[in-house]
């Protein structure tokens, strides 16, 4: 198939390439390489792509409309992979902008792609914080996510009802995944692992927030290209016949769905800073803080449904994740 992967510099974006490509679909790649974090390693990724002749690279802004409009009409996508966004929950409340730009208008570029291409299946990036405020765990697609506590999941909650809309009114097949914090080799600085590692291998505090009293549905990277190259084929129909009040994903309409994507498997956060301490062999200097703005408890994914149509669980174990991690990070930085 012809693929367009959104955010193919990025940590997903780059996995789910480098799996697709060596299945031998024809790839097209765009990101605008944003200096949201350090761009030699979005650069190092996208060279790691090079050794294959059926990835092209280009330099794109999802918010440049008519650039994006010359990209679908020069092409004929099978399937779109739309994973590209600003991400990151604490910076959106320094930097909103971004957030509206990429996330908004750069999601609304996509969708009128897939529109005016009537591309077969639109996969797009979503997540787990779109649960926001909501006490109920697992979390699950039906449940309400109408309390979101950071501008990150406004916005993702926004491209899923954005997604729906365009599903009703054009009939394009369309699938969010749910991404439950996300890890492993070639990972974003931002994120936790990543800072911790640098931290306890450099010998500084790292911080911990809520005084360590936070779990996380940590899933390795593996498992979500796993998940995310299965549901490809995984096209929604729609249900016509269900009555216009039935919006939950799983009885709508339009040809739309969501899942959960996660280990379905919480992971409370001092144990995942004792897996990186056994990696390392080195011990951590916590410094632990007060709870964070825009952060929530615990994450933990009720993953069942997407089970039910890949019929695939993910197979890695924390302490083995963490560890290929801390190689890939040491080899990476010599260190």
């Known amino acids: 198939m012809n693929i367009l992967i959104t955010g193919m510099a990025g940590f997903i974006g780059h996995a789910v390439a ?17 200096d949201y974090y350090d761009i030699t390693l979005k650069q190092a990724r996208l060279a790691d792509l090079d050794a294959f002749d059926n990835v092209r690279f280009e330099r794109i802004d999802l918010a440049d409309g008519e650039a994006m ?13 739309h994973l590209a966004a600003q991400a990151g929950v604490r910076y959106s409340l320094d930097n909103p902008h971004a957030y509206v730009q990429s996330n908004l208008v750069g999601h609304l570029n996509v ?6 291409q009537q591309v077969g299946h639109l996969v797009y990036a979503s997540s787990s914080s779109v649960y926001g405020m909501n006490p109920k765990v697992p979390f699950d697609t039906r449940d309400p996510v109408d309390h979101p506590i950071s501008l990150y999941a406004a916005t993702k909650k926004s ?5 729906h809309t365009y599903a009703h009114l054009y009939g394009i097949p369309m699938t969010g995944l749910r991404f439950f914090t996300v890890y492993g080799p070639w990972g974003r600085p931002d994120m ?20 360590g009293e936070l779990s996380r549905d940590f899933t390795y990277i593996d498992d979500i290209v796993e998940g995310v190259v299965r549901i490809l084929d995984v096209v929604p129909t729609g249900h016509p016949e269900w009555p216009q009040e039935a919006t939950t994903p799983d009885t709508a309409r339009a040809p739309f769905t969501l899942y959960n994507i996660g280990n379905g498997s919480p992971v409370a956060l001092m144990d995942f800073i004792r897996a990186i301490e056994r990696a390392t062999g ?3 200097l916590c410094d632990f803080q007060p ?25 890695m174990s924390v302490d083995e994740g963490v560890s290929r991690f801390v190689d890939w990070y040491r080899d990476f930085y010599q260190c």
């Open 192 to 211: 936790a692992l990543f800072k911790f590692t640098r931290a306890i291998l450099e010998g500084q505090p790292l911080p911990v927030y809520n005084h």
């Open 291 to 315: 709870m964070q703005a825009g952060d929530v408890v615990q994450t933990w994914a009720d993953t069942e449904a997407l089970f039910e149509v890949t019929g695939y669980r993910p197979q």
């Open 69 to 81: 409009q010359r990209l679908f009409a020069a092409e004929r996508f099978d399937r779109v992979v």
């Open 111 to 116: 969708l009128e792609g897939c529109r005016h």
């Open 282 to 284: 080195k011990t951590a």
């Open 159 to 163: 491209n899923e009802l954005m997604g």
């Open 18 to 34: 480098r799996r697709l490509a060596r299945e031998g679909h024809a790839i097209v790649g765009i990101d605008n390489l944003n």
